[in-house]
Each structure stands twice: as C-alpha cells, then as structure tokens.
C-alpha cells in the first residue's frame, strides 16, 4: 500500500525475542549479522572489513558475505517497455525478496544455496549458477535490508551505520561520477528524484529497528574491531 507522496509505506515489523548473547534456535547453525544504513554510509566498506578481520583472527570461520545489492529483482513480470520507468534500487520493491529470504534462510540452517538466486537482474546477467557455503557465519549488508519483515526475523543482530547525510551525498556523487559514467548534473537529477526521497523515507525507520548503531562519517576501526570480538564471543560459546 502506498501513502499519498507515492512511496511504499514501511511493513510491519517481525518481532522477535532478543538475547544478550544472541542465542539461536535449536537446528540453526550459522550466526547471520544484518548491516544497514543509508546510501553511501560505507556498508559494504565495513562489511569487507569486518570479514578480513574475522578471517584473519579464525581462518576456520570462512564468513559468507551477502551483498542486497545482487538480489535486484529481473522485472521480467513487466513487459519490457515498462521496465525502465519501473526500475529502482531505492525502493524495497527492487529487491527479490524471495531470493534473498531463500539464501539467508539455507545459510543460517548451515546448508549452501545456489548464487546468484532465481528472479535477480544477477542471474539474468550471470546465469551460471554456484553453490555458497556452508558456513558458520553470515554478513548480510544493504540499505533496505530492515524494511522486509520476514528478512528482518532472520537477523540475529542487526547494525546501523549512522553517517550525515551531507557526507552521504558527496559519497554518492564522487562514486556515481567516478564509477558509473554519469556527470554531475545527471548524478544530482538521480539523487534529488529517487535516491533522496526514498531514502528519507526508509533509512531513520531502519535506524529505530537496529540493535546496534556505529557512527560512521569516517572509518570507525574500534567499532569494527569490537563487534567483530563480540561476533569471534559469540561463535564460540555455540
């Protein structure tokens, strides 16, 4: 259901009981940290971060890290004229729910799943399909990734990087103008059209549903090397 400014109202949220030491249901094998915040806050930065830190600390943990950002749904439901209106990547409608629900539900009951999953713009793209895991440890970071209830619920802890939203903007500027070929001029136009307004909408929501929240404006070494100390805690006691 939309509100009236036309954007997707946020879903119910699943609630699930907390634990102080992250305790997992009997038949769960893998330990899944969920990394949100808003675009060009740094999360796929700190993830890989935290995974070279954790595989450096146990080389036995070999973490698994999901990025949303390749569970972009095909849009073949759409004919294809109207795919390129419909596009997005900063609504939760962008994202093939069902494939990433799939691989993080296989990867926390300690199997492997298939990559890139069924209904993405990936698998259209790389249609070779291969298996990932199972391990013990899973790092799942993208902006809407508290959005989806059902996603949320598969979360043991979820991470919030707080970033100002100035500083967002220069990021996604500079990384849209250096990487993507777009000029300044259509860098803003996108940003003003779908980024910003999407964004407000979703990212301080997500903000209220985290269970941690990092300051991250800049590098934040001792937060990192302290979740991933709670996270190596963590994986021992299991």
């Known amino acids: 259901m939309s509100d009236p400014d036309g954007l997707l109202a946020p879903p119910p949220v699943a609630v699930a009981e907390r634990s102080d030491t992250w305790t997992r249901p009997r038949g769960v094998t893998a330990l899944v940290v969920g990394i949100c915040g808003g675009t060009s806050s740094g999360k796929t930065t700190f993830a890989r971060t935290l ?9 036995m943990i070999c973490p698994v890290l999901i990025l949303q950002d390749q569970y972009f749904q095909d849009y073949l439901h759409l004919p294809e004229n109207a795919r390129p209106e419909a ?8 994202i093939a729910w069902p494939a990433l629900r799939e691989a993080l539900t296989l990867l926390k009951q300690g199997a492997s799943t298939p990559f890139p999953g069924r209904g993405t713009g990936l698998a259209q793209r790389a249609p070779d399909i291969r298996e990932i895991g199972p391990t013990r440890l899973v790092i799942a970071e993208g902006h809407l990734l508290f959005v989806d209830a059902p996603t949320q619920a598969l979360l043991d802890v979820k991470v919030f990087l707080d970033c100002d939203v100035e500083e967002r903007v220069l990021r996604r500027i500079k ?27 979703y990212t301080e929501w997500q903000r209220q549903q985290a269970d941690i929240v990092i300051p991250h404006d800049r590098p934040n070494p001792v937060a990192t090397a302290l979740l991933a100390d709670a996270i190596l805690s963590r994986l021992a006691q299991a």
Not at 51 to 59: A, G, H, Q
């Open 175 to 201: 990384r849209d103008t250096t990487t993507s070929g777009r000029t300044i001029e259509q860098s803003l136009e996108w940003f003003l059209s779908d980024v910003q307004p999407n964004n407000q909408h």
């Open 51 to 59: 995974v070279d830190i954790l595989r450096v600390s146990d080389p």
């Open 87 to 94: 596009r997005t990547a900063n609504r939760p409608d962008a």
